[in-house]
């Protein structure tokens, strides 16, 4: 269309709407949807070739095929969790992690295959103390060492007042129901309080199979109920503490031990730390994770 007067002409032309490439398409699919921390499109892949496998009828055990196997399960009830209304914020999303593939097990929803290879890959790897290493070591390594130490003095005195306060209201508690004391200490406080199962439940266990010789399985029956337990608590009543800071922004440090007072002098004494990490760090820290555990099994042996 064209308009034109005794002064200027100006033509107007079609606008014409690009849509995105393909490409680009695909990318905003892997960096919007999402399951965890798993693109859709790999999470459904990863679907495709178990259902193969356990199609097929045999699941390899080998940790490159064990890793999808349990990053599909375990980000499919988390998501599932996370997206359940009220509960959802309230960590129901490391609950449904915990709990359903236990239920899925129980009621036989899982087929033998994959529960027969997870069963093994743990006993064969023992997986699951790197796993703790590397949470332990990458917490600690990652804070500030000024904070991590002023924090702690400040923190160290509280704590002991809670362990010993919680063996005590669990004493009272286990005594006034009519259970033994002995049954109370050793197998309803102390897993609590030592808290998770690669850390507390399984190092308990073994340590009571050989002091009280008996069965280490039976043992982790016993204790892997407490700590089940304690663990759901601890998660509900974080959420329930997480959201009470979110309303009330006075009331929490946002992850930080000391955000007042420590933060300010760290940054203005300390250099600048880059945040970059590359390939050579990662495997520093998990080399580092390795080792403190190789340390600990020599200690304890």
């Not at 349990?70 to 009220?86: D, N, Q, S, Y």
């Not at 129901?177 to 399984?202: D, T, W």
């Not at 266990?205 to 280490?216: E, F, K, N, R, V």
């Not at 997480?242 to 992850?255: A, D, I, S």
Request: aromatic letters at 8%; glycine letters at 12%; proline letters at 5%.
């Amino acid at each position: 269309m064209s308009t034109t007067d005794d002064s200027f002409s100006v033509t107007h032309d079609p606008i014409e709407i690009q849509r995105p490439a393909l490409k680009e398409r695909w990318w905003h699919i892997m960096d919007t949807w999402k399951v965890g921390i798993i693109p859709l499109p790999l999470f459904l892949l990863a679907g495709v070739l178990i259902a193969i496998d356990c199609l097929g009828g045999k699941l390899p055990s080998d940790i490159v095929v064990m890793v999808a196997t349990l990053a599909f399960f375990g980000f499919a009830c988390g998501e599932f969790g996370k997206r359940l209304p009220i509960v959802g914020k309230l960590g129901a999303a490391a609950i449904c992690a915990t709990f359903i593939p236990s239920a899925m097990v129980y009621y036989g929803l899982l087929p033998d295959v994959v529960v027969e290879s997870t069963t093994k890959f743990y006993k064969s790897t023992n997986i699951l103390y790197l796993y703790i290493c590397c949470i332990i070591v990458g917490s600690i390594m990652s804070m500030n060492r000024t904070v991590l130490i002023q924090g702690f003095l400040r923190i160290f005195f509280p704590m002991l007042c809670g362990e010993i306060v919680g063996m005590i209201v669990g004493m009272g508690v286990g005594m006034a129901l009519g259970l033994e004391p002995f049954q109370i200490f050793f197998f309803i406080i102390l897993p609590i309080m030592a808290g998770g199962v690669g850390e507390g439940a399984i190092p308990l266990s073994i340590g009571y199979a050989t002091l009280l010789h008996m069965d280490q399985g039976v043992a982790l029956g016993r204790v892997l109920p407490m700590v089940m337990l304690g663990g759901l608590t601890a998660i509900i009543i974080s959420g329930c503490l997480n959201q009470l800071g979110k309303r009330y922004p006075h009331l929490t440090g946002e992850g930080q031990l000391m955000p007042n007072r420590a933060n300010a002098d760290t940054q203005s004494s300390q250099p600048t730390v880059s945040g970059k990490t590359d390939v050579t760090t990662i495997a520093s820290g998990a080399l580092l994770a390795v080792l403190l555990y190789m340390l600990g099994c020599w200690a304890t042996s």
